[in-house]
């Protein structure tokens, strides 16, 4: 079965710190892992999208890596922000499985003043 | 919202009652989804459509159905709705399967 673990689960830090978020997926065959941003009460942002072939990808202050050899991915957040306070997905998605893609539980980043 | 309207944003309806939300792009995106978001849960599918009448089950299913008669309107039906049916519903658009998915800003259903 197609699963999508991230952690921490929640996670609180200073404003200006950065942080990392994970993500480990059993997904296969692999064709993208997706992370989004979701502000309370509101849809899914996208952040960034990663094929096979990137093992790094940046969004501003976002960066994400992959490792598609140990099925893992992580999210760091440079010099944090009040606004990046928010629930953070990772979705995978597979070459063969047709519209549904596997999405993690998100962890729920707090940051503080 | 990469121009995708969901209505209504909120409704309150008791128990039994038929219960339509729609979604509506004007992205001309071939696939159109629709998720619930639950708290403890992660967004999980439950139709998707990559076309004009065709649509296809997600893993939440039950008691929901759909209908996509012209490209910009993906519709979801809860026939009798239950109170296990209160959530966060969401709809996404995409160029093409497992592509980059965009969502709307949902719909708050509470079945009473």
């Known amino acids: 079965k197609n699963q999508v673990e991230q952690s921490p689960q929640s996670l609180i830090i200073l404003e200006g710190k950065n942080c990392t978020l994970q993500?480990?997926?059993?997904?296969?065959?692999?064709?993208?892992l997706r992370w989004y941003k979701q502000d309370t009460g509101r849809g899914p942002v996208s952040l960034t999208i990663?094929?096979?072939?990137?093992n790094t990808k940046s969004n501003g202050r976002y960066t994400a890596t992959l490792d598609a050899d140990t099925k893992q991915s992580s999210l760091h957040i440079t010099a944090s922000q009040l606004s990046d306070s928010a629930s953070y997905i990772c979705?995978?998605?597979?070459?063969?499985?047709?519209?549904?893609?596997?999405f993690g539980d998100g962890t729920t980043l707090t940051v503080k003043p | 919202d990469a121009g995708i309207t969901q209505s209504p944003r909120h409704k309150v309806t008791e128990t039994g009652t038929p219960v339509t939300l729609r979604c509506h792009q004007t992205?001309?995106?071939?696939?159109m989804y629709w998720y619930r978001q639950d708290p403890g849960h992660g967004l999980r599918l439950i139709h998707y459509?990559?076309?004009?009448?065709?649509?296809d089950k997600g893993e939440v299913s039950d008691g929901y159905s759909v209908s996509r008669s012209k490209t910009e309107d993906f519709l979801l039906t809860l026939e009798s709705a239950t109170s296990s049916q209160t959530s966060v519903y969401f709809c996404?658009?995409?160029?093409?399967?497992?592509?980059?998915?965009?969502f709307g800003p949902g719909t708050r259903l509470t079945v009473t």
């Open positions: 979705v995978v998605s597979a070459a063969t499985n047709a519209g549904k893609s596997t």
């Open positions: 993500c480990n997926y059993t997904v296969s065959p692999f064709s993208n």
């Open positions: 990663m094929t096979f072939s990137e």
């Open positions: 992205e001309n995106h071939r696939y």
């Open positions: 459509s990559y076309g004009v009448k065709d649509t």
């Open positions: 996404a658009i995409a160029t093409g399967d497992s592509y980059e998915q965009y």
